[in-house]
C-alpha cells in the first residue's frame, strides 16, 4: 500500500512523496526526511535572517556613538517556524574609552524591520530607515523613524518613505537625510536567479522628518538597478548601486554625485566598474579627503578602491587589493596628515590602507581568526592604535579588537607585513 507523505519545509517548499509503508518504505521515509532536513537547511540557510545592518552613528563630542543594528532577538532567533523574518531594531550607546555594547530596543514590530540604516545630521537628529514587512500593501514598504542622540522620539517609526520600496539605506548632508531606496521587483536573475530590484530612487527630508523632494536616480525599463548605498559631505551624496548584466554572475557598479538641496545630479549614473560580485560593494565619505571612498570585489576575488571627489571626479584608484566583505565599512583614522582605511578582508582578517588625493596604497593586510559572515559590519578606532569592529552573525554581534595596528604602518613596514599580522585581537561575543 502507498501512502502520499507530505514534506512542509521551514524555506516553505511543500514536497509530496508516494512511499510504500513497508519496513524498506519506512527506512526509505526516515532517509528521505533527513534529505529533506538537511536539504532544506543548505538551500534556505541566510544568515541575513538573524540579523542584518548595522552602523556606528557618531554623536557629537567625538569619542561617543550609538551602535544600530537589526537583529531577530537578542540573542538572534532567527525566522520563525513560518519561515518569516522577525527583526526588530536595537541601539546601545557606545565609548570608546569603555568599548562595551548593551543592546536596547529601539523599533519593534511585526514581520521584519530590516536591513537596519543609520545616520546623523549636523543638528544631531538621527535616522534609522529599514524595509518593513509590516502593514505593506506590496509585500515591503521602506520606512523610516527620526530620534535625538538620547534614543527619544522626534518623528518616530513607521514613518513610509514608499510603499513598495526596499533595500534602502541613509546618508546626512548638512541637515538633510537622502534615503537611496530601490522600487520595484523584477523576476529572475540575480543571484540564483531569484530577480532583482527594478529602479533606484532617493527621498530627501529635513532633519526633523518633513519630505523635501524626490529624486529619480535610475529609472525605467531599460535597465534594473538595486542594492542602493550611499555617504554623504558636507553639501553632496554619493550614490552606489548595483547594475544586472544579462546572463551574467557579476554586476556593474554606478555611481552618482548629488546635491540634496536642490535634486540635480553633479554626476549621473557613470559606470565605475564592471565584473563585480553581488552585493559586495561599499561606499564611506573621507572627511580629511573631502571626498568618497568606494570599495568593492570583483567576481573573480580580487578588490578595488576608488577615490571620487565632489564634483565625481576620480581621484585615484587601486584595482590590486583584497577582496572585501559584504555589507562591511571600514574605520577611518587620520594622524599626522596621512589617512589610513581599515577594511575587513574575505573571508577573515583586515587590510589597512594609505589613500590620498591622488594614490591608494595597499600597506599590509592582518591575519585573522574570525570568519566574517557579511551581513554587516562597522568598525571604528578606539584610539590611535587600535581598531574595533562590530559584526553581525547568526549567533550573535560579535565585537573584534585589533591592537597595535597603525604603529607599524606609520614605522614604514611596506605590503603584507607579518609583524602586524601577530598583533593580539579580541573577540567577543554580545548577546
Excluded at 512523496?17 to 524498506?24: E, F, P, Y
Excluded at 513560518?82 to 568599548?99: E, Q
Excluded at 524591520?113 to 537628529?125: C, H, L, V, Y
Aim: with cysteine; aromatic share 10%; charged share 20%.
Amino acid at each position: 500500500m502507498y501512502r502520499n507523505i507530505t514534506f512542509i519545509l521551514r524555506s516553505s517548499k511543500v514536497i509530496t512523496c508516494a512511499v510504500r509503508l513497508s519496513a524498506l518504505g519506512k527506512n526509505i521515509l526516515h532517509i528521505l526526511i533527513l534529505f529533506f532536513i538537511l536539504n532544506d537547511h543548505v538551500h534556505s540557510m541566510d544568515n541575513r535572517e538573524f540579523q542584518h545592518g548595522i552602523d556606528f552613528v557618531p554623536l557629537q563630542d567625538g569619542s561617543k556613538y550609538m551602535l544600530i543594528w537589526a537583529s531577530s532577538g537578542i540573542p538572534p532567533e532567527g525566522a520563525s517556524a513560518t519561515g518569516d523574518w522577525t527583526h526588530d531594531i536595537y541601539y546601545s550607546f557606545f565609548d570608546v574609552d569603555k568599548p562595551v555594547i548593551r543592546p536596547q530596543l529601539l523599533i519593534s514590530n511585526s514581520e521584519a524591520q530590516e536591513p537596519a540604516s543609520s545616520a546623523i545630521t549636523s543638528d544631531g537628529r538621527i535616522m534609522v530607515t529599514m524595509e518593513d514587512g509590516w502593514n505593506a500593501k506590496r509585500k515591503v514598504a521602506q520606512r523610516f523613524g527620526i530620534y535625538d542622540p538620547h534614543g527619544r522620539p522626534v518623528d518616530a517609526y513607521p514613518r513610509l518613505v514608499q510603499d513598495g520600496g526596499h533595500s534602502g539605506h541613509v546618508a546626512a548632508v548638512s541637515n538633510l537625510f537622502v534615503v537611496f531606496y530601490s522600487e520595484g521587483w523584477v523576476d529572475g536573475g540575480g543571484v540564483d536567479n531569484l530577480g532583482s530590484g527594478d529602479d533606484v530612487m532617493a527621498r530627501v527630508y529635513g532633519s526633523d522628518g518633513e519630505f523635501q523632494r524626490e529624486i529619480s536616480v535610475a529609472v525605467g525599463s531599460s535597465t534594473r538597478d538595486w542594492w542602493p548605498l550611499i555617504a554623504g559631505s558636507a553639501d553632496h551624496a554619493c550614490l552606489v548601486w548595483q547594475r544586472v548584466v544579462k546572463s551574467k554572475a557579476h554586476v556593474e557598479l554606478m555611481y552618482s554625485i548629488f546635491d540634496p538641496k536642490t535634486g540635480y545630479p553633479v554626476k549621473h549614473s557613470i559606470k565605475i566598474e564592471d565584473k563585480v560580485k553581488y552585493y559586495t560593494y561599499s561606499v564611506k565619505y573621507i572627511d580629511s579627503l573631502d571626498s568618497f571612498l568606494i570599495l568593492g570585489s570583483y567576481e573573480s576575488g580580487k578588490g578595488f578602491a576608488y577615490l571620487v571627489d565632489n564634483e565625481g571626479t576620480v581621484r585615484a584608484k587601486n584595482t590590486a587589493i583584497p577582496s572585501i566583505v559584504r555589507e562591511s565599512k571600514p574605520a577611518v583614522k587620520a594622524i599626522n596628515g596621512k589617512t589610513f582605511i581599515v577594511q575587513q578582508m574575505a573571508p577573515s582578517g583586515i587590510m589597512v590602507l594609505l589613500v590620498a588625493n591622488s594614490s591608494i596604497t595597499l600597506a599590509t593586510t592582518v591575519h585573522g581568526d574570525i570568519q566574517w559572515q557579511g551581513i554587516g559590519s562597522d568598525g571604528l578606532f578606539l584610539d590611535d592604535n587600535d581598531v574595533f569592529f562590530a559584526a553581525l552573525s547568526h549567533s550573535g554581534l560579535k565585537t573584534v579588537t585589533y591592537e597595535n595596528v597603525l604603529p607599524v604602518v606609520r614605522s614604514g613596514t611596506s605590503s603584507f607585513s607579518a609583524p602586524i599580522g601577530s598583533r593580539p585581537q579580541r573577540y567577543q561575543f554580545t548577546h
